[in-house]
């Protein structure tokens, strides 16, 4: 008898009827997923990383994630969670890109926006311009992010528009960026990339190189080199990473890298829209042995109705420990 069986009579109806209605509600994202996955994800009962992530974007309203997923408020996050750990300072914000003082614009600072990812510009020795660079934050302002791939909690944020220290990455020393994925406070795997050098390599919670690369740099030829100084840094990351995701069931922590010290970088709830991959199998493989969906807050708060037909048959699945097998 399989661990399925042992699911009442009930509860698989139920489950099999809450797929069909998620997949019927939210066409596109599903259609989205096949073209860019190729399979057909179960919406109602994920146990693969991909569906797990497609859940989330369709059920899981954590209103943590809004938080987190708000570049000012996570700074806030992150320094209430882990205090002695480096940060860009915030320079300037504010909701009129018109407003930005001209005098933050003529050294190296960044200019992002809050509410998105790829909503960034370096300025290095006063260029580009304050005229092109307000002109293209305005825009930001104006653009909703998330939409096209369902990542709900972008679009509670407050649109604003702020400027941040520039720090010197360490490009071709070490490393530039370092990501943490967390599954309630147990690390699954280290991503770190040079992204000027366009290298990288994948780690496991012990700080050793893993085989297999990821979607940004997959050749080969552009594995990132070891040293101690990459070793320490992401031992570090390991360390504080944690005490930051706090009891979240899986999000991403990112750092970013300097000749000195490690600073904390953003927080990623939807970890590539939901559609990375890597070439070696046992990473996603990790992340759905530790993601623990019992954890998640659609499950950890009451419901009614129907959901809650549905939110009690998943529980059930979560106890017989065959939903992210």
């Known amino acids: 008898m399989t661990a399925k069986a042992y699911l009442s009579r009930t509860d698989r109806v139920v489950l099999s009827v809450a797929r069909l209605w998620l997949t019927l509600r939210h066409p596109v994202l599903v259609v989205r997923f096949v073209m860019k996955l190729g399979y057909l994800p179960n919406t109602a009962v994920p146990s693969r990383y991909h569906e797990l992530l497609l859940w989330r974007k369709i059920l899981d309203r954590n209103p943590l994630f809004v938080t987190l997923t708000d570049k000012l408020a996570a700074k806030v996050h992150i320094r209430d969670a882990c205090p002695e750990i480096a940060m860009p300072k915030?320079?300037?914000?504010?909701?009129?890109?018109?407003?930005?003082?001209?005098?933050?614009?003529?050294?190296?600072?960044?200019?992002?926006?809050?509410?998105?990812?790829?909503?960034?510009?370096?300025?290095?020795?006063?260029?580009?311009?304050?005229?092109?660079?307000?002109?293209?934050?305005?825009?930001?302002?104006?653009k909703r992010y998330g939409r096209r791939n369902g990542e709900w909690a972008y679009w509670p944020v407050v649109p604003t528009v702020f400027v941040e220290e520039r720090l010197a990455l360490s490009s071709g020393t070490i490393a530039t960026d370092i990501k943490v994925h967390v599954c309630s406070g147990v690390i699954c795997h280290v991503w770190v990339e040079d992204k000027h050098a366009k290298r990288s390599l994948l780690?496991?919670?012990?700080?050793?190189?893993?085989?297999?690369?990821?979607?940004?740099?997959?050749?080969?030829?552009?594995?990132?080199?070891?040293?101690?100084?990459?070793?320490?840094?992401?031992?570090?990351?390991?360390?504080?990473?944690?005490?930051?995701?706090?009891?979240?069931?899986?999000?991403?922590?990112?750092?970013?890298?300097?000749?000195?010290?490690l600073h904390a970088g953003e927080i990623t709830v939807y970890s590539a829209a939901g559609y990375g991959t890597w070439t070696n199998p046992t990473i996603a493989a990790e992340i759905e042995r530790l993601w623990r969906l019992d954890q998640s807050a659609f499950l950890r708060r009451p419901h009614a109705g129907v959901v809650r037909l549905y939110a009690d048959a998943l529980r059930a699945r979560c106890r017989r420990g065959t939903t992210n097998r």
């Open 90 to 142: 915030t320079l300037w914000s504010g909701r009129d890109a018109t407003d930005i003082p001209p005098g933050l614009l003529v050294g190296d600072v960044m200019v992002k926006a809050n509410h998105g990812c790829a909503m960034n510009i370096f300025v290095s020795d006063g260029e580009p311009d304050r005229t092109a660079i307000v002109r293209k934050a305005s825009r930001w302002l104006k």
């Open 203 to 261: 780690f496991d919670r012990e700080a050793n190189p893993l085989p297999g690369r990821d979607p940004d740099y997959p050749g080969e030829d552009q594995v990132l080199p070891v040293n101690a100084r990459l070793i320490a840094h992401v031992r570090q990351a390991i360390s504080i990473a944690p005490a930051i995701a706090g009891d979240l069931d899986y999000v991403r922590i990112d750092f970013l890298v300097t000749d000195e010290r």
